[in-house]
Every structure is written in C-alpha cells, then in structure tokens.
C-alpha cells in the first residue's frame, strides 16, 4: 500500500543519513532525543551565559504550518539527495500535488472541485507517514545553509579544549536560533547577528514555501552588566534614579531595539522582544534568560488547581482519584522537571500550599503534617509526591544520561561545568 511505500523509503533514508552523519546535532526530534532534552540544551546555554557574564541572544521562531506548505519541488530534490528512489519521491508527490478537492454536504456530493493537476497544491498532508522525515531531512539543508553562512554560537569547553558549532535548538516547526557567548562579543554585535540569523533562516524557509508565524515569535536578550557594587545584574532589570545624568545609554538602547522576521507576500513583521525575566512557552515549558523558574511553577500551581476543581466537581471514588493523581496529574506535571534549574529553597516553595487543598480531594485530613504527607506509605506516611525529591531524581538523570557522551548537549553540561569550576577558583568541580 501507499502508507507502506511511504514509511518503508521513511526508514531507508533515515537510516542512511544517519549512518553517513547527515543529521545535525541541532534536531531534537531526532531518534533518541526527547523535547526536554532541547529545553535542558537552552537552559544549559543561559548557564554558560550567567557564569561567563556574556551577551546571548534566542530568537524563538515558529514555522507556520510546516507540513502543509513544503514546496514540492524543494521536497522532491530533498529526497532524492537522501538516496530516495524517484519512483517513490513521485509515487507520494504526484497524487499530493494532482488531488481534487470535492465538497460533500447532507444535499450530496459538488460537482466541482478545487485543485487537480492544472491547479497542483503543495504540502506533505496530515498523516502522511513519510512527512516527517522529509520535514527533518528539510531543516538539516537549512541548518546546514546556517552554517555555511556563518550563524549560531560555539559552545567551548574552557579545560578539556572541545568546542562545537551550534545554530539554534530544532524541533520539528519550533526552533531557537541563538547568536553570542564570543569573549570578544558585545550587546550590539549580537543584536546585529540575530537579526541577521533571523533573516536567514526565514528566507531559506519561504524558499522551501514555508513561511514564519510572527504572533508566535519573540527574541529574549540575556545580557549582565555589572551593578557597581561589586556585582552583577541584568541590563533590562537595572533600577535606574530619577536623575537624567545617572541613566545608562546601554539601557536606553536595550529598550529602542526592535526585532523581525521577513515575510513572503508582504513587508517583515515586527515580533516581540523579552526581557531577561520574562518567558513564552516554549515546547511546553517556561524558560526564562534570568534562570528564575517561577513563571513555570506557576503554571504548575494552575495546573493542580484545575484538577482539584475537576475532581471536586466530579462524583468518582477515592482509589480513582488517587490513580488520577499518580497517572494523570503528576505524569504532567513531571514533563520538564530534568531541565529545572531552580535552587532548593525555590523547590521547597515552588508548589504553595496546593498540595494542602488538594488533601481533602484524596481523603486525607488537612490537618495531617507536612512531614506526613510525602513520607513513603511503608512508613505510615500519605506518600505525595514531592516537587524537590521529583526535580533531583530528574535532574540526576539527565546528568548521568548525558554527562560525558560526545553529544550536543555532553558537550554543552561539559563547558557549564567547567565554566563554573573556573568561576570558583576549585581544582574539581
């Protein structure tokens, strides 16, 4: 069938290309990768930025409907570079491009259709089982071509003297192109080369008929200037005196920067730039340039709020409230916990008191200790989970998943450390 034809050529062009190395390290939609390792790589990233006191810059761009706007063209000679038979390249194209699209209604069937071959359309289509890995095989050329022009940062290990090259964080239409982290670089410099990556990439993606969603794209600055008290603070948070003489020019052209991202049918489109304590959801979670994880614990606390309202307002019977809170409420909650880079005290009060009103909702008596909620039931306790013991079990894993590989982000959890172990002046780290 044609969904065989599809996945079979799927399987035999992804395995080629990733044992000839033709995957960039930057897609984290890839075999084995997961999004939480691509939300790890960008806090990983700010790290460096906070330890080394350098500018870096991440401009969140969001591809507009990527599977249905591919250029047929563009994926045909994509395939074929990737050793795709031609029968099969036309085999999924030409039926795609040739569709007649018919309107049926409770009166019949129309007559007249839109599209056919004398009016092709293009696009992957929804469940098309071959989409996706022409999509990523799509944004390798564009990674590759980002490169090649000279974008994104290069992630250095300051001990062990490794170094990689790195333009941005993909995953499938959601992608982080970063510009920075130099030792010589300024705020200016890396204004300019953002703008410039921006531009690039999204020409490249009209090239291949797609285009970028300017309400869902933003650009956040992390850039620390010292405070003259011996320490350091953000550009953007600096309080500033009422006098006119005391007002920094730095500051004043922090806020006058504007960002865009260009268009196919019209003029580029201005986006929105974030401070370094503010953060738009990225791949499910909040990450803010600041480190500060409190824009995502709130979201957290909304989110069990919700579920005691639900289960509130429901008639159903404890153990399955109970299985509810294991399985539903807290398999959520878990997503993104291994990329937290909150401190202890914050985790201690990350959640609030809604773990206290949500007691009554799973039988317990609110008036029951702190201590006695999160004890393990063979200790007699009640055995909720704990937002500090969940974030270090997850934190631990991702470390020891990824502390010492030869991957993006080893490399990455590699240089962080030994930033920090310079930083501190220490023999190990």
Known sequence: SSVTCQESFQHRMLALARENGLIPEEIFSEKGKTAEDAILQQVLMYDIARITKRPLLVAQVDASQCYDRVAHAMAALTLRAYKVHNSSVLGMLRPLHCMEFYLRTGFGQSTSFCGGAAEGKHGLAQGNGAAPATWQQISSLMIHAQHR???????????????????????????NLCEGLEEKDDIDAVVAKGQGATNSWGNNLIAVGGALNGDKCAVAIHDMVPDGKGSWVY????????????????LEELEDWYFSVPQAGSEAAQIKRLRSDQA????????????????QFEVMREKITTWSGQIKNG?????????????QLWSGLRYGLGACSASMTALSKGLG?????????LGVVRSITREWRYLPASFGGMELFDLTTEVTAATLNSFLQHFGTNTLIGTTLQAALEYLQLELGVEDC
Request: charged residues 25%.
């Open 235 to 250: 550009s953007d948070q600096r309080k500033t005196t009422s006098s006119a003489d005391e007002e920094d020019d730095e």
């Open 315 to 327: 008639v159903i019977p404890t153990r399955s409230v109970w299985m509810s809170y294991t399985h």
């Open 149 to 175: 022009q000279g974008h994104g940062v290069k992630i250095y290990t300051p001990i062990s003297k490794r170094g990689v090259n790195q333009v941005g964080i993909v995953y499938v239409d959601d992608t």
């Open 353 to 361: 008191s809604s773990d206290y009103y949500l007691l009554s909702n």
């Open 280 to 295: 738009v959801e990225n791949l499910g979670l909040f990450v803010r340039p600041d480190g500060s994880p409190e824009k």
